[in-house]
């Protein structure tokens, strides 16, 4: 067992299911959100030559994808640091 | 120096470079044939997969449909880029951690049953054939056009290329191939888009471009006019879209989880030496993906506006033909543009409605764009390399992906098992080698329906590997009972729909017949929702999942102790 106890294993599962959770809600509403379901709301508001929703539709979502996994690595690697079960540097 | 000269000098040389590094670059195991021996650097994989995914089709067609298609386009924008935060968060570091070779190998191990592994088995050989169609045809499509060979010669000097650095590198010869090729795309799309960018709204960056006052002092936004040209030509507005939200989301997410679904982009995964860099390796392929996948759309409308006003004048009344620029005749040759003067004006017009007069292939929008922005000949030969670079990234990808099915979970894990590393790897050339053969032959002698096929492959990949993958990583009460049940109706739902609407009864094809007004391009996400519906419920009703087979799910869930991937 990489864990020290069964708990410390349930622990750093729930972590790992609550932060990916939470980026996959983020995901949802910059493409399905604001890029499919709100976009004629969005549309009424102007961003430089853009319509929002335009924007978040064909720019916007893939920046905030790119940015999510970067993030996700970031906390990963400290999650892991943090229970022990990172990788040996080898 | 003409277009052909420099055409062949650019192609020439990119082919070299290709060769050279599959000649330093064998493959001497299994290891280094299926997963380039795990030791490719994070970076250079995410640059590998962004070749590897990026097709013939996203280079040359996708701008030109996005451009004809305006904010429906963002389909394929958010659909062929949403799926990598997928593939990151919930599937590249588990199966990496799990340390196999192919998907195939997780499906049958996970769910301890042979009928499993050859159930995606046959799913991976199926997509990825389908797939490797229509990539030998682009190559052939930008050998004719740019070479002036026929489509066959193209098609035979591209299976030659492939043919010696898959056979002979495998993975590890393919990976680096794949390295200079995105460099070679990449490079090739955004010359012309920067200088179309420059030359109509000042701005370098496309991006920024997009969203700018256009150059001609008129202080109107680019997206403004596009907008305004479209409604008085009969279009709908470019920037609102005229499919129906419900399809719209079915199709986004059939794309997305299709990418995430896909064996040829997720085997990818399995190359890198940790589970950490798994992780970031998605982030970096979707990091040199975008940098072409936002550029695109900037493309399309830069083009949309270009070409109306070349072809219906500044005065909107029609350009009189004989005034007409040269490209416009250059591109007539090839049969991608068509001109019919309905009203004998002797004047093109382009519309949405009985005024217009044009046939325009939307494939023009890439292959022209230099010419239409009259940039020198070697921009012109660029074009073409890229295009044939995406094309044999992707298609390389793919025959690896026939070749590992076939000699790895078909032969080593299924009716040989006793055969040695060498003898597999023997196989595993030899199946590429047939592969290319196959592939040639389609590409050579298309069937009907490659376009159609394309909204197969991701409906299949959505409705099948993806929840079998997700329910067996995050669900230890799943077995196989389960999952065979769930990939099986998944796919036999979503084949059934696509198959009727688009081979047995196509008349039907429209929006009032569908499903919940769900074209067959997004079913696949309804067969996704059946298939997890189906495993969920089938695995309470059956035996609990064996105890090894739950510490195995445990052990994918935490990084430490991945070693390099192995065969058994």
Known sequence: MAFKTKEQAAAYWKANIRLMLTLLAVWFVVSYGFGILLVDLLDQVRFFGFKLGFWFSQQGSIYTFVVLIFVYVARMNKLDRDFGVQEDDS | MDIQTATFLIVGLTFIVYIGIAIWSRAGSTNEFYVAGGGVHPVANGMATAADWMSAASFISMAGLISFL?????????????????????????????????????????????????????????????YVAGQMRGVGVVFSRFLEVDITTGVIIGMGVVFFYAVLGGMKGITYTQVAQYCVLIFAYLVPAVFISIMMTGHVIPQLGFGAELADGSGTYLLDKLDGLSRELGFTAYTDGSKATIDVFFITAALMLGTAGLPHVIVRFFTVPKVRDARSSAGWALVFIAILYTTAPALASFARVNMIDTINGPDAQGTAYEEAPSWISNWEKTGLITWDDKNGDGRMFYAGDERNEMNIDRDIMVLANPEIARLPVWVIALVAAGGIAAALSTSAGLLLVISTSVSHDLLKRNLMPNISDRQELLYARLAAAAGICVAGYLGINPPGFVAQVVAFAFGLAASSFFPAIILGIFSKRMNKEGAIAGMLSGITFTAAYIIYFKFINPAANVPDNWLFGISPEGIGTLGMLINFAVAIGVSRMTAETPQPVQDLVESIRHPKGAGGASAH
Do not use: E, H, N
């Not at chain 2, 570091?93 to 046959?122: E, H, N």
């Open chain 2, 70 to 130: 305006g904010y429906d386009g963002g389909v394929y924008l958010m659909g062929w880029t949403g799926g990598y935060v997928l593939l990151a968060l919930c599937l590249a570091p588990y199966l990496r951690k799990f340390g196999k070779f192919t998907v195939p190998d997780f499906i049958g191990d996970r769910y301890y049953s042979q009928t499993a592994r050859t159930v995606a088995v046959v799913c991976a050989i199926f997509v990825s054939f389908t």
